[in-house]
């Protein structure tokens, strides 16, 4: 189920019979029509996945009773305890890079387990999610391979129409309010751009560039760079999708090295967070987004992530309580109101 920015309708995309086609690779994406899940790191035990619906339905969303409950006190897993100390570890680690000036940006994630008690229902917990967040792509996934996994993403990677596209640079992040950007923030929004810039123009010089500006996403106020280009080279979607992923918004600078030194050291498993999903050639349009704000769900826990680009000038407790802030958009829908 998705329900895309500002839309009072979402579609809910069903594979009947069989499993979701496992792809190795985004350059695999030409030609094909489904729903995207991706991972941050696409190996055999995550693979990119391609659901291949049997239906496709449009459906008003649904108004939430506020006086039915999701949850009642919210209780955190055992070892949350310890998360504090390893964020702090690898804090300690990425920000060494970052001094050493072996990387310009690093993206730091982490993990937090809620408990999951009594018979929730999912379908509500999108409701709820389309209600709060209307600004955001919101998705409810689930596969016998990825889970089942709850999104509300305002961060584009790449949408369009085959020769139309528009991806954007998200990055540096405030809490609503008096807003006044620091630099910390404004540097790490210009590393994405000039990042983006140099994505596209592999493809074509027919691209214009609007922002910064801000934006905001739930309780949250990001910058963000919008890019429009059209290119007619064949297959280019999925060259661009696999020239883009993963974006310094979740990975680093310089791309390959932050990558592999994220998978070999953060404590988090990112697993399908900061990776990306959406609706590829539905409705004759593709809106693939990053998959940020989300929580796994699994019989137990609810699991949340969050990430957050830290530079040689970061500090680490701002940068926690950053995470803190993030992840209070999956925890809101699991609260009482």
């Known amino acids: 189920m998705y329900r895309m920015p500002h839309a009072d309708d979402y579609v809910e995309v069903v594979q009947n019979d069989g499993e979701p086609e496992r792809l190795t690779s985004p350059l695999e994406l030409n030609g094909k029509r489904g729903f995207v899940v991706a991972p941050f790191t696409v190996s055999d035990k995550e693979p990119l996945l391609l659901i291949r619906p049997d239906e496709v339905k449009v459906m008003h969303v649904q108004a939430v009773d506020n006086e039915e409950a999701e949850n009642g006190i919210m209780e955190y897993a055992d ?4 998360e504090r100390t390893y964020y702090s570890v690898d804090f300690s680690n990425f920000h060494s890079r970052l001094e050493s000036g072996e990387f310009q940006k690093i993206v730091l994630a982490r993990s937090a387990e809620i408990k999951r008690t009594g018979n929730d229902n999912l379908k509500r917990l999108f409701f709820k999610a389309c209600k709060e967040y209307p600004r955001v792509f919101v998705a409810l996934v689930s596969t016998s391979v990825s889970g089942t996994w709850l999104v509300a993403t305002p961060e584009i990677l790449l949408e369009g129409d085959g020769e139309q596209w528009h991806t954007m640079a998200l ?9 006044q950007w620091t630099e910390k923030n404004v540097c790490e929004q210009a590393y994405v751009t000039s990042y983006i810039t140099e994505c596209i123009e592999q493809f074509t010089t027919d691209f214009t560039v609007e922002g910064p500006y801000s934006v905001r996403a739930g309780q949250l106020v990001h ?3 919008d890019f429009r280009f059209s290119t007619r080279l064949p297959n280019a979607l999925g060259k661009i999708v696999a020239t883009l992923h993963p974006t310094p918004a979740v990975c680093g600078i310089p791309k390959r090295a932050t990558h592999d030194f994220i998978v070999a050291n953060e404590h988090c498993q990112r697993s399908y967070y ?6 590829l050639d539905i409705f004759g349009a593709t809106h693939l987004y990053v998959s940020l704000r989300c929580m796994q769900i699994t019989p137990d826990v609810y699991r949340l992530y969050a990430g957050g680009g830290i530079l040689s000038e970061s500090v680490e407790q701002q940068e926690w309580e950053e995470t803190e802030e993030k992840m209070k958009t999956m925890k809101k829908l699991l609260q009482d109101k």
Do not use: V
């Open 171 to 179: 990055a540096g992040t405030m809490t609503l309010g008096n807003i």
């Open 223 to 225: 910058l963000r760079t």
């Open 79 to 82: 070892d949350n305890g310890n």
């Open 274 to 279: 900061s990776g990306f999903m959406g609706p």
